[in-house]
């Protein structure tokens, strides 16, 4: 089954002037501020029902594990099926899960309970609507524009978490963890709403009939090893999302453990990561060339940043150095978007960028439960250290491996997805 022809977004004009893309970027604004609210709140929740570093990592495990369970499956639905409806259908979805927190409180049931049978589904309809929003942005926008377009939804990404963690700071005091999590929810229900009203098509146009899921996938396989810059960069990408995956669980911990500081103080630490964040959302657009030395150096500044934010126990020098790790952890993640989504044709975007998030993410459940059992064993401080130290040292060695990748393969279709008119005679 074909879908319409692509509209994107003509090179010349101004991507905030398109109101296709406004409402995808408003939606997903939206919801960066629920992330940010949630990523604030229910950590705080966990830890004000248990008081354990431990429970904390296992909650976050289990929502993590659906992606690497279902993430590459995901990935080629999205080459295959409506991307609009994948990401509606999961933001729906989310909104009834995550609302069951706040009325399993308001109905006086026990709330840590709920959060555990939540984890997985939330986590299960996350890994859906990411493989569809991580390969629709080619088709809305247009490969030329997607440095711009990568940036513009970092910035209202960025922004999200300058609101969500000072407003989660105010509504947990206010109306408690649970309550924060049900404003979360409604979120999702923007997102979805804004979903509809986008009029552009999603995805590229389809002719030729759709090859069998199993061959699809390892179509993207064979795509990621055939390809020695994506194959690099998506190794690397991994290696550091392992370690910076539980960092706000690990800062949460160590802001109101290890020193004490109140729910509105983390609150303003992850904001101020934010506004770094939109100042190397700025900066990174202009850096066009540089891809892999700006994605390590990017990261080497937020593991340094991490280093002293992790011994120091001053509130202004805190501030001061989550302001610089949000600037060099914004270049990195926008560089390594912008690249990954130019090094791939839009009909194999979805496995293949499922594929390359897997590998990112794939190991984030062992990766929050180790800092979980660190946390309960060490401190914030420690934990932080080895997180820092760790993406210094990776960023390091992938830089020397970069500089030896001089020559970037174009990208090809697979043969199996061409036209009969495009097959080689």
């Avoid at 604004?29 to 296992?58: F, I, N, Q, R």
């Avoid at 109306?175 to 804004?194: E, H, K, N, R």
Wanted: hydrophobic share 55%; charged share 10%; net charge positive.
């Amino acid at each position: 089954m074909s879908t319409p022809a692509s509209t994107a977004t003509p090179a010349g004009r101004n991507l905030l002037r398109d109101r296709d893309f406004l409402l995808f970027a408003g939606g997903q604004g939206a919801s960066a501020v629920g992330d940010a609210l949630s990523k604030t709140a229910l950590p705080l929740l966990v830890l004000a029902l248990t008081g354990s570093g431990l429970h904390m990592g296992v909650i976050a495990m289990l929502s993590a594990l659906p992606m690497m369970v279902l993430g590459v499956p995901a990935g080629a639905w999205a080459d295959r099926f409506d991307r609009r409806r994948m990401m509606l259908w999961s933001d729906v979805g989310r909104t009834l899960l995550v609302g069951a927190v706040p009325l399993a409180a308001v109905l006086d049931v026990p709330v840590l309970p709920v959060l555990y049978a939540v984890a997985v589904p939330v986590g299960v309809l996350y890994a859906v609507f990411e493989a569809a929003c991580l390969s629709c942005l080619p088709s809305l926008v247009g490969r030329e524009r997607l440095g711009e377009a990568n940036s513009l939804l970092s910035i209202g990404n960025a922004l999200g978490y300058v609101a969500g963690p000072a407003l989660a700071g105010v509504l947990v005091t206010w109306i408690g963890g649970a309550g924060t999590l049900g404003v979360d929810a409604l979120t999702f229900a923007v997102s979805a709403a804004t979903l509809t009203a986008v009029r552009s098509p999603l995805q590229s146009a389809r002719e030729y009939a759709p090859t069998p899921m199993r061959q699809q996938i390892l179509e993207g396989f064979r795509f990621i090893a055939g390809h020695r810059l994506l194959r690099a960069a998506l190794l690397y990408w991994a290696a550091i999302t392992f370690f910076t995956a539980p960092i706000i669980l690990c800062a949460t911990y160590f802001v109101r453990e290890d020193l004490g500081w109140s729910p509105g103080v983390l609150g303003a630490v992850i904001a101020v990561y934010a506004v770094g964040a939109i100042a190397g959302a700025v900066l990174a657009p202009r850096l066009k060339g540089a891809s892999v030395a700006g994605m390590c150096g990017g990261t080497v500044l937020g593991g340094v940043a991490l280093l002293v934010l992790g011994s120091t126990d001053s509130l202004p020098l805190a501030l001061g150095v989550v302001l610089v790790a949000g600037a060099g952890e914004s270049v990195a993640a926008i560089l390594y978007s912008t690249l990954r989504a130019r090094l791939i044709p839009d009909e194999l975007l979805g496995r293949v960028t499922t594929t390359a998030q897997v590998a990112a993410l794939g190991l984030k459940p062992l990766s929050v439960l180790v800092a979980g059992i660190a946390l309960e064993a060490t401190s914030g401080s420690v934990t932080l250290a080895v997180i820092a130290i760790a993406c210094i040292v990776i960023s390091i060695a992938f830089a020397g491996r970069g500089r030896r990748l001089s020559v970037i393969p174009e990208p090809t279709r697979p043969a199996s997805s061409l036209t009969p008119e495009e097959v080689p005679q």
